[in-house]
């Protein structure tokens, strides 16, 4: 089954402490992404990545590292969380890039103490 | 100032109404991308429209990007509670050799039954 599979699932830390969140799709898909979910806020990209160790800022990337060492995963990376990153994070890829169909995974919610 | 303006935020209706809802902007984009969102799941895409007056139709739900490409609308005939969910759409600007799709902050609808 074609998905896009993200871990965990819900993640409750404490301030400083290093998380990574895991991104992996199976669809060999070049394009994929960050975004975080807020409430009145909608979804902002954090970054994006065209391909393998291609990867660029979106519009939120302040306090996020992300590395694409192979096609399939995407990791995002919260080197020292803080209570303004307790947010819905969602991973998703696409064939090329924007102007494809976007699968996102189902999410990942964290919340930062 | 948000670039996609969805309304309503939200609609509550009883199952077998009809109902609009909009995604509006003073910017131009190449095409617009429309997703629903179910809650504890990530946005799945409904449809893409790409041509300015392209009338896009799924089951009961019919989309319309507008001649001018800046707006665009979703009719939904005779709601039912399957249709409950956040829906999203997602405008493509591109420059170049450079794109960016955009968000708004979505519609919340919930069908009764």
């Known amino acids: 089954e074609a998905q896009v599979t993200q871990n965990p699932r819900y993640l409750i830390t404490v301030t400083g402490k290093k998380l990574t969140v895991t991104c992996s799709q199976n669809?060999?898909?070049?394009?994929m992404s960050w975004y975080r979910q807020d409430p009145g806020l909608g979804l902002r990209q954090i970054y994006y990545?065209?391909?393998?160790?291609?990867?660029d800022k979106g519009d939120v990337p302040e306090g996020y590292k992300v590395s694409r060492k192979e096609k399939r995963n995407f990791p995002l990376i919260l080197e020292s969380p803080s209570p303004n990153q307790t947010s819905l994070y969602f991973c998703?890829?696409?064939?090329?890039?924007?102007?494809?169909?976007?699968?996102f995974g189902d999410g990942t919610r964290l919340s930062i103490l | 100032t948000q670039l996609l303006e969805q309304s309503p935020q939200f609609l509550s209706i009883q199952e077998g109404e009809n109902l609009t809802v909009y995604c509006n902007s003073s910017s131009v984009f190449s095409s617009l991308q429309w997703y629903r969102q179910e809650p504890g799941e990530g946005p799945v895409l409904l449809v893409t429209v790409v041509t300015g007056g392209e009338v896009k139709k799924l089951k009961r739900l019919t989309f319309q990007f507008g001649d001018a490409r800046k707006d665009s609308s979703l009719h939904i005939t005779a709601a039912q509670p399957g249709d409950t969910g956040l829906y999203l759409c997602a405008g493509l600007q591109t420059h170049g050799a450079n794109s960016k799709l955009t968000f708004g902050k979505g519609i919340t609808l919930s069908v009764r039954p």
């Open positions: 669809m060999n898909h070049e394009y």
């Open positions: 998703a890829s696409s064939w090329r890039g924007h102007n494809q169909p976007q699968h």
């Open positions: 990545s065209m391909n393998v160790e291609v990867t």
